[in-house]
C-alpha cells in the first residue's frame, strides 16, 4: 500500500496499490501523476496473454 500525497501541499490524496496513478489536488488543484515503478518487477506482456486477454476490456468507462 502507498500513500498518494500531493507534491504541493502535501495532502493524502490517496492509499493505494496501483502502477501509475493520476490524481488532482481537491485542496490546491495540482495535478499529481505518480508511478510506482519500483515496488514489483514488471511483469513483460507475452503475445499469448494479448491473444487470452478479454476483448470486451475496453467497454466501460
Ligand atoms: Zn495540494
Given amino acids: 500500500m502507498n500513500e498518494i500525497r500531493c507534491g504541493h501541499c502535501q495532502r493524502l490524496l490517496a492509499r493505494a496499490v496501483f502502477s501509475k496513478i493520476e490524481i488532482k489536488c481537491p485542496r490546491c488543484g495540482t495535478f499529481n ?6 515496488a514489483m518487477p514488471e511483469r513483460p506482456l507475452s503475445v499469448e496473454s494479448m491473444i487470452n486477454g478479454k476483448p470486451n476490456a475496453r467497454s466501460g468507462f
Fill in 33 to 38: 501523476i505518480q508511478s510506482a515503478v519500483s
